[in-house]
């Protein structure tokens, strides 16, 4: 882990891996949307409905894992002090609830017609929302901070602490009377391969992203080092 921790090094991967992993997750998304929007049949039970699945599935996900890899980082941060601990778990807070929104919008124009409402206060949704607004305040706890690019002790504790609504989340369904699926529900081969596409190409975007965040921390981390030199001399 620590092979990474010099500034230097780290840019020197995460610029190729930033651009080549976008340019991968937009090509299997545009496949992934095309084969959920035009090649696979609607479903006997939800008809057209079905079809938002292909972006709501990964931005749940992605919500859920931009939060583990805060969660992580935090922890680097507070056990190893890892230079680069803070800075990657700044980077993943702005798109892990960019990401939860879209989660909870999706989920919301996919229950309208095949629940008949918009929202349902059920264990799944509420804590999705729980998540959004543990982002939020994740997000205002680093901007109050001093560090610019890395994030204070007290807003890596938080981003520790708040780790624990992930199994509440991915246990919802079964603690609680839910209007969502078990976990583990199967979609049927004709309509769920786009999925794979479209999980794998969101990740990967989602990825290229926090590299790019990481790196513009890193160099405005710099910007800021060698104007205090200049101000001192």
Not at 22 to 33: F, N, P, Q, S
Not at 151 to 165: E, H, K, P, W, Y
Request: some cysteine; aromatic content about 12%.
């Amino acid at each position: 882990m620590h092979a990474f921790a010099n500034p230097t090094r780290f840019l020197k991967l995460a610029k190729p891996l930033t651009f080549w992993s976008g340019a991968l997750g937009v090509v299997l998304i545009a496949i992934g949307v095309y084969g959920g929007l035009l090649l696979t049949p609607p479903d006997y039970l939800q008809g057209e409905s079905v079809r938002i699945i292909y972006i709501h599935v990964p931005t749940a996900w992605l919500g859920m894992a931009g939060w583990s890899g805060i969660a992580v980082a935090s922890l680097a941060q507070l056990v190893w002090r890892h230079p680069l601990a803070g800075v990657a778990a700044r980077a993943v807070a702005v798109p892990g609830a960019v990401f939860t929104a879209i989660c909870l919008v999706t989920g919301s124009l996919w229950g309208r017609p095949t629940w008949g409402t918009y929202w349902q206060w059920d264990g799944r949704m509420t804590s999705m929302l729980v998540m959004l607004f543990m982002y939020f305040g994740y997000i205002a706890l680093a901007n109050a901070g001093e560090e610019r690019g890395s994030v204070s002790r007290v807003t890596a504790i938080f981003g520790l602490v708040g780790a624990i609504n992930l199994p509440i989340i991915h246990f919802s369904v079964v603690w609680w009377n839910t209007l969502h699926q078990a976990n583990g529900s199967k979609i049927a081969a004709s309509i769920g391969w786009p999925l794979g596409f479209t999980l794998g190409g969101f990740t990967l975007l989602f990825a290229a992203i926090v590299l790019m965040r990481m790196r513009t921390f890193i160099a405005l981390n710099k910007v800021e080092a060698r104007l205090m030199r200049l101000a001192r001399g």
